[in-house]
């Protein structure tokens, strides 16, 4: 495939939304703000952005009818929806029927240390006209939750942490990992209604062994979910990762059973991409094949699900030696190539292509790349139609002039990664960012060093120039 066009239309500098110019004066370069954004994802019918940020502020886009008109220089994003929570979100997760025109479908499910599951408005109002984003608690001047879906811990009562969050067709049910398990939620039978999960699925037959399942399933926090669509429309099989490097396999239509679970770490070592734990697991177009991505990976394991969970392909070329956490998203290939391709943003700011991918074995090489950012992306993300791509970036280092190590506040420590993997272990790694963020929100140690969000459309035509001097601290 030859490199298209590719038009910078709009950007966003705000990952908070409609954060206010701070009233001390101080300039709007986003290397002298305290937040930046981790996460993005497109709404179900393409019409609305959901962003994360360092700041615990989930944001809403809603994109002009206009995006894609041909302009001098790029739009002016403005957060329509500010959610503040009250802690660190480990994961969110829209409706997956959204629609823009129906506002009951407007809801995000939300997963933040010590809290139950949250189900919440996308566009919140304020619960007072005098409230705003200057009052001191400013999660205290909004509505409360729509609803909360719990998964609680029996033997001490403490709620687990939620590690992964997904929400997928038809929208009945929603599916939580955390330690050793997966919850399965109906999303119409709240705590109010129901104090338990649907379903908990235990990804080894005991944690109380000395063992840990001696050997048998998935051991460790489940930090990836991704569902298999079939042609009817709702999900098949789920497929689950964790932070200890092991994938697992389970059949919603057959009460969540397992189907196979394996390791990551050799075939990781035998290509050498490394890795330190799975962050995101992604199911191809057809539903043959499954995308691995790892924490701190130079490249993406491609396995064949069909019958032998075999290694495929890895695609290598991707600088992904960090902490944070760098998705990437799949779309179907062109006919004259076939397979599908794979979009991933890197450390260095760029993003990577492939194409073909299904079609080839061994190491695949990049279709080709460009320069997004400049700093590491956090997301990728491309539109249904697939003309328009949006892409996040964001990171952080220490004050001390002499660091020169950028990593990101949202990810959790692998203290799982030596194999000890006990519950409390997990939580406490699963909540270890939380500090990070906190200190960043009130101004310390921690400097960003970029940030912002940005919507390509791909294409013919003569590309944007993409370093324009836009100071949009409002937008």
């Known amino acids: 495939m030859d490199k298209p066009s590719l038009n910078l239309v709009a950007l966003s500098r705000n990952p908070d939304g409609s954060y206010p110019v701070q009233a001390n004066g101080q300039s709007s370069d986003p290397r002298n703000r305290d937040s930046f954004f981790k996460s993005v994802q497109w709404s179900a019918d393409g019409t609305a952005l959901f962003t994360s940020s360092s700041a615990n502020r989930i944001c809403t886009f809603v994109l002009p009818e206009t995006l894609l008109e041909p302009r001098q220089e790029p739009t002016r994003l403005k957060a329509q929806g500010t959610l503040v929570l009250g802690e660190s979100t480990s994961a969110i997760a829209p409706c997956p029927y959204f629609a823009l025109e129906n506002p009951s479908t407007q809801v995000i499910l939300t997963a933040s240390n010590d809290h139950p599951i949250h189900l919440h408005y996308a566009f919140p109002q304020p619960l007072s006209p005098d409230s705003s984003d200057t009052a001191p608690n400013p999660s205290a001047t ?5 609803s909360s879906f719990r998964l609680i811990k029996h033997e001490t009562e403490a709620y687990l942490p939620i590690t992964s969050l997904i929400w997928p067709a038809p ?4 599916i939580a990992g955390t330690t050793n398990r997966i919850a399965i939620y109906d999303v119409s039978r709240p705590d109010a209604m129901k104090s338990e999960p649907l379903l908990t699925i235990a990804t080894i037959p005991s944690t109380r062994h000395i063992s840990k399942g001696n050997g048998i399933g998935m051991r460790g926090t489940v930090s990836a979910l991704a569902a298999q669509v079939r042609e009817q429309g709702d999900a098949g099989l789920v497929a689950a990762g964790t932070w200890t490097r092991h994938l697992g ?6 009460a969540g059973a397992c189907v196979a679970t394996w390791g990551v770490s050799g075939a990781a070592a035998e290509v050498g991409v490394g890795g330190r734990g799975v962050v995101q697991t992604v199911w191809s177009p057809c539903g043959r094949y499954l995308v691995v991505n790892e924490r701190g990976a130079s490249g993406l394991l491609v396995y064949d699900l069909r019958g032998t969970n075999k290694l495929l392909a ?17 779309f179907p290939g062109t006919e004259s190539v076939g397979g599908f391709e794979v979009w991933a943003g890197m450390k260095n700011g760029g993003v990577a292509v492939w194409d073909g991918v299904g079609n080839q074995e061994g190491a695949v090489a990049p279709s080709w790349d460009w320069k997004a950012h400049e700093s590491s992306i956090g997301s990728t993300a491309m539109h249904m139609s697939g003309s328009v791509l949006v892409t996040c970036s964001g990171s952080w280092k220490l004050s001390d002039e002499e660091s020169t190590t950028a990593t990101d506040s949202s990810d959790e420590s692998s203290s799982e990664e030596s194999g000890s993997g006990s519950d409390s272990k997990s939580e406490t790694s699963s909540s270890g960012s ?8 009130y101004g310390s140690p921690f400097i960003v060093e970029g940030t912002s969000l940005k919507i390509w459309s791909i294409g013919p035509g003569k590309p944007l120039h993409t370093d324009s001097p836009i100071e949009d601290s409002k937008a």
Request: with cysteine.
């Open 171 to 174: 929208g009945t049910h929603f």
């Open 142 to 146: 909004q509505p409360p939750p729509l």
């Open 249 to 254: 396999l389970y059949d919603l239509q057959r």
């Open 314 to 330: 890895h695609l290598a070329g991707r600088d992904g030696d960090t902490n944070q956490r760098l998705s990437c998203d799949v």
């Open 434 to 441: 939380s500090s990070a963020s906190s200190s960043s929100s």
